[in-house]
């Protein structure tokens, strides 16, 4: 049983395009997040919600919209899709209490062509 | 500003030998400190964590780490590294009111592994 899935695993799209990206976790986690991993492999947090709210926005695009229909899942949706954009996005969950760590989904790289 | 540092961006050692990757954090607080491992096309895995008590911690696959409050380090260590241990390492410092409201990784430290 995969605690935390992503689909696609790979994207190749071309620029100007919208996708999507899913997420879910069976591990009953209440948090969830997205990660931005570069191609020099810096992983850089995205977002992050608790409960199906927004906790953690850093700073990101407005072309990139997460959206979460339930606790186990938050799906990453991207407008107008940009050559930078490329890079592997990974979900992962966390119970949200104190002293825990977050598991991770096997990532999606997605590549803007 | 939170930040963690990974001074070597990759390091080479033969099958065996020992292994001590270096991660030095800046954080007001008291942090609560993860090392994660990623293995080629996968995603992150976590080694160990570390968040009160003892400071020396155990982890997964042999590895181990030290917390040193006066060094604001976390250096994680294997006493006889295997082929399979070639991976990214990523050293991570979990801020906010829990440790997991925002974490923020190191760069990486490569790992390759001469048989």
């Known amino acids: 049983d995969t605690a935390v899935s992503q689909t696609p695993k790979y994207l190749v799209t071309q620029m100007g395009n919208d996708k999507s990206i899913k997420c879910e976790q069976n591990l009953g986690h209440d948090t969830m997040y997205w990660y931005k991993q570069d191609s020099k492999k810096f992983l850089k947090i995205m977002f992050s919600?608790?409960?199906?709210?927004?906790?953690i926005n850093e700073t990101v695009p407005n072309r990139f919209s997460p959206k979460s229909p339930d606790k186990a899942h938050l799906n990453l949706h991207i407008n107008s899709l940009e050559l930078g954009d490329s890079a592997v996005y990974f979900c992962?969950?966390?119970?949200?209490?104190?002293?825990?760590?977050?598991?991770f989904g096997q990532g999606t790289r997605l590549t803007v062509v | 500003a939170q930040s963690v540092t990974q001074p070597d961006i990759h390091i080479t050692v033969s099958e065996g030998a020992s292994l001590e990757l270096r991660c030095n954090y800046s954080y007001g607080a008291t942090p609560y400190l993860f090392w994660y491992v990623q293995s080629p096309g996968q995603g992150l895995q976590l080694l160990l964590k570390?968040?009160?008590?003892?400071?020396l911690v155990q982890g997964i696959k042999g590895f181990e780490a030290e917390f040193k409050r006066s060094q604001s380090s976390f250096n994680l260590r294997k006493p006889s590294v295997h082929w399979s241990d070639a991976a990214e390492y990523f050293c991570?410092?979990?801020?906010?009111?829990?440790?997991?409201?925002?974490?923020?990784f190191g760069p990486g430290t490569s790992l390759s592994v001469i048989p």
């Open positions: 570390y968040f009160s008590g003892d400071t």
């Open positions: 919600y608790n409960n199906k709210e927004l906790i």
């Open positions: 992962a969950s966390s119970p949200f209490t104190g002293g825990t760590e977050a598991f």
């Open positions: 991570a410092v979990g801020v906010g009111k829990t440790s997991y409201d925002k974490v923020i």
